[in-house]
């Protein structure tokens, strides 16, 4: 067996099949898995459209049988699904994906009972280092005493009736959608939410269908929508077809991204802010104070409309590891990321691509206006969008940049914050804007992201910093 050290990310595990982990990694996983689980009555496994996740979930089974566990097997599904399933069972899971990576990546999602998730710093260490003590399931293990039950669960049908009721769209005005699945499970879990594949009434949507078949070869284009170059095929087939609007999923299923019906990529920040809004008049409307979590990156427009609407923003780090918990914290209604994860909090604090794809839908279609010239009175600042470097020491190229702005901190024209890597902020004075640098969660990468009142300006702050980070290569 091969140690797990390199694949441990902050969130999840991710790393290349067969090269760096593979079934014999899998199986003693399972094995840890169910030791920190003991006390639950069953856990749940579940694998996207990955060549290698049938055989990784296998193994992973195996483990965790060997243990005495019981498994429900989810098959392949998304992982809003397995949330979903975790949620409304209350059983911890497993979800065997490596999200929006090359096909020859995998990894593994945990959950608590309830989808809490499991981090690095939560217990996800702590797994690993168990699982690399031992070189098969079965030793100091309980093989032998009783073998847990596997059986099968089909949780879709499920999922689909609570996500038509979670957001309805049955009295918005007919519109055109053109999606784009990317070979992911998202066409599985459009076809079943937004079609009649659950058995559910037929909606207003007419859908132009874009690579819905899973196939984790990834024939067509990367299932990595925040790439602009992975939309090339959305953003034609919108403007050719006189869509409304054009929807695109990560591999896994729990991101959306959005393209008005222009052909536009429409920033996370905007969607976040349209679907902030939403659900902070609902809970405005029961009565409730209402609380949204933002990570460091998003666009400052959406703290300053919501804060508007008389609703608390809470600041965090990048990742669902950390927001999830902050949002269960405050009771937060919703939670928002650059990188168009949105979590909410009647799904379990957990993020969902079909959840926010519905928002849009109800968004754009209970009012007459066009997506763009909605998305227009939610982005009045110029953004970078997020730009990665391969460095050889990310704290090196953090610290640079932070003595590079020493001067003015030092002097009070800029405020620096170490939240999340390192945020730049002259948002408090003219010309305004703010920069920030920090180390991926997942990759090997440098990002950076800036933002500014004036497109000279952010390019003019984008540049600088730039230099500074090519500097250290």
Not at 41 to 68: F, I, K, N
Request: net charge negative.
């Amino acid at each position: 067996m091969r140690s797990l050290k390199p694949i441990l990310k902050s969130n999840d595990l991710r790393g290349t099949v067969p090269e760096q982990w593979g079934p014999e990694e899998a199986r003693p996983l399972g094995g840890a898995i169910a030791r920190s689980f003991s006390q639950a009555r069953a856990l749940l496994v579940g694998h996207d459209m990955r060549l290698s996740g049938p055989d990784l979930a296998a193994a992973l089974t195996e483990g965790a049988s060997v243990e005495g566990m019981d498994v429900i097997s989810l098959g392949q599904i998304s992982t809003d699904t397995m949330y979903y399933a975790s949620g409304a069972l209350d059983l911890p899971g497993v979800m065997l994906t490596a999200s929006h990576n090359p096909g020859q990546d995998n990894g593994l999602k945990l959950v608590r009972p309830g989808a809490r998730p499991v981090s690095r710093d939560t217990g996800l260490a702590e797994i690993v280092a168990v699982a690399e003590a031992y070189l098969s399931p079965a030793a100091e293990g309980s093989a032998g005493t009783k073998l847990g039950q596997v059986s099968q669960l089909d949780i879709l049908p499920d999922f689909a009736r609570f996500a038509r009721q979670a957001v309805p769209l049955d009295q918005i005005r007919p519109l055109r959608v053109v999606i784009d699945a990317a070979n992911g499970m998202g066409g599985v879990v459009v076809d079943a939410v937004l079609g009649q594949a659950a058995g559910l009434p037929a909606l207003p949507l007419e859908l132009v269908r874009l690579y819905f078949e899973p196939d984790g070869s990834f024939p067509n284009h990367p299932a990595d929508p925040i790439d602009p170059a992975n939309l090339e095929d959305l953003r034609d087939t919108v403007v050719r077809s006189k869509a409304d609007l054009g929807l695109a999923f990560d591999g896994d299923g729990d991101r959306c991204f959005v393209v008005d019906e222009t052909g536009r990529i429409v920033p996370p920040s905007v969607i976040g802010v349209m679907i902030a809004l939403r659900e902070v008049e609902r809970e405005q409307a029961a009565g409730r104070p209402a609380v949204v979590v933002r990570n460091a990156i998003t666009s400052q427009v959406l703290p300053e409309l919501v804060e508007a609407s008389g609703a608390k923003v809470v600041r965090t780090r990048v990742g669902h590891g950390v927001i999830k918990p902050v949002m269960a914290e405050h009771d937060a209604v919703f939670g928002a990321e650059h990188s168009g994860h949105f979590y909410f909090r009647d799904f379990f604090y957990a993020d969902s691509g079909i959840l926010t794809a519905l928002h849009v839908l109800a968004t754009l279609g209970s009012q007459p206006l066009a997506l763009s010239d909605l998305a227009c009175v939610y982005q009045p600042y110029s953004a970078s969008g997020e730009i990665n470097f391969r460095v050889a020491d990310t704290a090196h190229s953090i610290q640079k940049v932070q003595q590079a702005y020493a001067g003015d901190a030092a002097r009070g024209t800029v405020t620096l914050d170490s939240l999340d890597g390192l945020t730049v902020s002259h948002w408090s004075s003219r010309p305004r804007w703010w920069a920030n640098v920090r180390p991926s969660n997942t990759e090997p990468l440098l990002r950076l992201n800036v933002e500014a009142e004036d497109h000279d300006v952010m390019v003019k702050v984008r540049d600088g910093i730039a230099g500074l980070v090519r500097e250290q290569n």
